[in-house]
């Protein structure tokens, strides 16, 4: 296996540089088949770069370069530095595959039957297909990954209780939370301290004006005098919306707790826990609701029961 596994990547390798020109028009080609579609490239242009990394001395990758016909590197100091690309091109500790190539040798050590991919994916395996053929190698079909959430009875019971959503949440947390804060009264908060300005503002116009008429030197003690009692109403009004988000902590509290379940570390579910949490709580029943899901929907959000 380890030799087949060698020969692969020498072959993947190998490949990127001496077939380079034919990688870069075919993922020319395949942007402008994207641009066609109405979707942007997701492959950069190669220039002389190769689709394959140099692992050095102390396990940097650097990228691949064709300069003159051979393959290089460029190290720290900007300086081209060719390789023996015989000699390591096999080698898994000196060479390594690019967002390219590491399905080219993906399919050289194993044949694929078929690529379960998200928009990320699909994106780059779609403007690469014609790659394969440069590998005399046949391009798998894609299948959609269903992307999906799944919002635990508590965190349903937040989103209700609340007056939330998913959705929400997921469009825009402190939106949504600004949104139910005011909801709760703070709009009105920031209403009567609006129309408080308002009334100050003609009262004070109206006697900055009489009092100039007494003396033209008070119409400017008067404005710094009005600045200063904006400045306080403005402080005050802080100090009253501390008040009730302070007031409302637990509503804050609660919808941070649901976002951190729903979208840990800001991130879809899916990409950062793992689903046998999932099935320990909820039982191998839990597989056949996320499969019930629509076919075909951009996000499915699943909502479990807890086993008896």
Not at 2 to 28: F, K, M, P, Q, Y
Not at 235 to 251: N, V
């Amino acid at each position: 296996i380890r030799g087949a596994v060698r020969g692969a990547l020498r072959r993947t390798v190998e490949g990127a540089v001496r077939d380079h020109e034919r990688i870069a028009r075919s993922l020319e080609d395949g942007a402008a088949r994207l641009s066609r579609a109405g979707c942007p490239r997701a492959v950069d242009p190669l220039g002389d770069a190769c689709c394959a990394f140099y692992v050095d001395d102390i396990n940097v990758r650097r990228r691949l370069r064709l300069v003159g016909g051979r393959a290089g590197f460029d190290s720290d100091d900007g300086a081209w530095t060719p390789v023996d690309l015989d000699r390591i091109a096999g080698d898994p500790f000196r060479v390594s595959p690019d967002v390219v190539t590491r399905p080219i040798w993906q399919e050289l050590c194993l044949p694929v039957l078929a690529c379960v991919v998200g928009p990320g994916e699909a994106a780059y395996l779609a403007q690469m297909r014609d790659v394969y053929a440069v590998y005399d190698l046949e391009f798998p079909p894609l299948y959609p990954r269903r992307s999906m959430t799944i919002v635990e009875p508590e965190v349903r019971d937040i989103l209700d209780r609340r007056g939330s959503s998913f959705e929400a949440l997921r469009d825009d947390m402190p939106g949504e939370i600004d949104r139910l804060l005011d909801r709760a009264g703070r709009r009105d908060i920031i209403r009567a301290f609006d129309e408080e300005r308002e009334r100050i503002r003609s009262g004070y116009t109206d006697l900055i004006l009489r009092m100039a008429g007494l003396d033209p030197s008070l119409r400017a003690t008067g404005l710094r005098n009005y600045e200063r009692i904006q400045q306080q109403v403005d402080y005050f009004e802080r100090k009253a919306l501390q008040k009730h988000r302070g007031r409302h902590r637990d509503l804050i509290r609660e919808l941070k707790a649901a976002g951190t379940r729903l979208f840990p570390a800001g991130k879809p579910q899916e990409r950062v826990i793992n689903v046998f949490p999932f099935l320990f709580r909820y039982g191998p029943g839990l597989v056949g609701s996320l499969l019930d899901g629509p076919v075909g929907a951009p996000h499915y959000v699943c909502h479990p029961e807890d086993r008896p």
